[in-house]
């Protein structure tokens, strides 16, 4: 079956832009997570969705945001971008709580300039 | 708060055996998980502890003491294709208040297979 999808792969945007993100897990998972990688801080948890709704948040600025779909697609939102929000964005999916562990798209690479 | 300590560098050559440590402060811990990423690439599921004691799956074992707060990864007969980041996770509540469960990672251990 296919694998999480996340899009765009590459992603330039100028400082104070706003930027959305997408991600499609693998299908009949309905737990969305998103996270941060840099390589300074490694990788943070940002939220996670499940049913729609936000189960968890992690320890970022409101400027960080997202929404999950009927259908499980998710999408983040990044607004007034700065500098530091460069980094890599992966989605993961897992079918409930993730004890079966979490299955990792291959990340959208976003450089602020 | 939460926090997972793992060493930041390892080596070892082919076929040796090596271990990855990881000790872990958090609260409502549902368990110890492990990941690898290769350079560009994504992280991938190697193996989930809930219980104490040792999971094995193949080249890869993994191993759980709730009341050390310590795990460790355990990576046999090495291959250059193992050469690649590991990272611990905890499943925990995070700072949420509710029963909700979220992945906590340590920073990764680098991992270099040498022929």
């Known amino acids: 079956k296919a694998g999480v999808t996340q899009t765009p792969r590459y992603l330039i945007k100028t400082r104070g832009q706003q930027v959305t993100l997408s991600c499609s897990p693998i299908?009949?998972?309905?737990?969305v997570s998103w996270y941060q990688q840099t390589p300074g801080q490694g990788l943070q948890f940002l939220f996670e969705y499940f049913s729609e709704t936000q189960r968890n948040k992690g320890n970022f600025p409101g400027r960080f945001s997202g929404r999950q779909f009927s259908n499980s697609r998710s999408e983040m939102n990044v607004s007034t971008l700065e500098l530091g929000d460069s980094a890599l964005y992966l989605c993961?999916?897992?079918?409930?709580?993730?004890?079966?562990?979490?299955?990792f798209g291959s990340g959208t690479r976003l450089t602020v300039v | 708060g939460q926090s997972l300590e793992q060493p930041s560098e390892v080596t070892a050559v082919e076929g040796a055996i090596v271990q990855i440590n990881c000790t872990y402060q958090t609260s409502g811990f549902y368990g110890l998980s492990w990941y690898q990423q290769h350079d560009g690439g994504a992280p991938t599921f190697l193996s989930y502890?809930?219980?104490?004691g040792l999971e094995e799956t193949g080249r890869f074992s993994s191993f759980l003491s709730r009341s050390d707060s310590y795990g460790y990864l355990l990576l046999q007969e090495l291959q250059m294709k193992d050469s690649a980041s590991y990272f611990c996770?905890?499943?925990?509540?995070?700072?949420?208040?509710?029963?909700?469960?979220?992945?906590?990672f340590g920073s990764g251990t680098q991992l270099t297979v040498l022929p």
């Open positions: 299908s009949g998972h309905r737990s």
């Open positions: 502890n809930a219980l104490d």
């Open positions: 996770a905890v499943r925990d509540r995070g700072i949420s208040s509710g029963s909700a469960r979220q992945l906590t």
């Open positions: 993961a999916s897992s079918e409930g709580q993730g004890a079966g562990g979490y299955t």
